[in-house]
């Protein structure tokens, strides 16, 4: 897949957790959102205040942690991704 970002803005690719093997399943509506993916694209970056991008601190295949509620979900090629701005992520995996 071939998507472009603009600005400040992330591709994310969700990534669930396993659950492991419990025998006990969860209606989606139950199931906690993931935080945690990794970066499929990155825009260039925000511009600041002289005009000037900031460049992103985050760039494709980085595993990311980032807010429970951050951005918005799409569905694309069957997977699941969330486009957010940098700003709601809050580590990265080093």
Known sequence: M?????HDNVL??????SGGNSPIQL???????????????VGPGALNSEGKVTPMSVRAGDVV?????????????GKKFI??????????EA
């Open 83 to 92: 486009v957010m701005k940098e700003s709601d992520i809050i580590a990265k």
């Open 27 to 41: 209606p989606d509506s139950a199931k906690k959102k993931p935080t945690r993916g990794k970066v499929v694209s």
């Open 65 to 77: 942690y980032y807010r429970q509620w951050a951005g918005n979900e799409v569905e694309l090629e």
């Open 2 to 6: 071939n998507l472009a970002m603009l």
């Open 12 to 17: 994310v690719e969700a990534l669930e957790d």
